[in-house]
């Protein structure tokens, strides 16, 4: 039982060292903040990744930028939507997750569900957007070493989705 309690101790401690660098009364070292924004980035596979172009991301954003606006019958479900939409990558080094996924629409309109996918201009493609909350890397007032995370709201666009037009 005793050992029990101490091992809740221990963890609503190091709970509580993970969120240490967390406003601006709680500067950390750089270490720290890496550690404590690793944490609050996780949960999203892809938001995981470095912020920086390898030849992998590369390869995979100009695969990207090729896909135009048309019906697909394969691929993944953000080429294969009637409202297709593409991945670009919102990077900054300041901030947690320094990786972010941007959904924009490849369509004004929308494609038929029928073979073979042509336009149709009944619909409107929609960008759907969703608020997330970041962190924020700034520093400590007179400590140039010393580091705190500050949380803000932000907007991802996560999907687009086919609309029928206003009337
Ligand atoms: C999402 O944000 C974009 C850009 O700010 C905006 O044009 C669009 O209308 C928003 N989508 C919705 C459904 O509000």
Not at 54 to 69: D, G, K, M, V, W
Not at 103 to 125: I, K, Q, T, Y
Request: hydrophobic share 30%; glycine share 6%; with cysteine.
């Amino acid at each position: 039982m005793q050992s029990l309690l101490l091992l809740l101790q221990l963890w609503a401690v190091s709970l509580g060292r993970t969120q240490g660098c967390v406003g601006n009364s709680e500067c950390c070292g750089l270490r720290e903040l890496e550690r404590t924004g690793a944490w609050l980035s996780k949960g999203s596979p892809p938001e995981l990744q470095p912020c920086h172009v390898s030849p992998q991301h590369r390869t995979a954003s100009e695969e990207n930028t090729e896909l135009q606006c048309q019906g697909r019958s394969h691929g993944p479900p953000n080429s294969r939507a009637i409202s297709p939409w593409r991945y670009r990558e919102d990077c900054d080094n300041a901030r947690f997750p320094r990786r972010l996924l941007q959904a924009e629409c490849l369509c004004p309109h929308c494609v038929s569900l029928d073979p073979p996918h042509r336009l149709d201009r009944r619909g409107n493609s929609v960008q759907v957007n969703a608020s997330t909350t970041v962190y924020y890397q700034r520093q400590c007032p007179g400590r140039p070493k010393a580091f705190y995370l500050e949380p803000q709201l932000y907007s991802v666009a996560v999907a687009c989705i086919c609309v029928v037009p206003r009337s």
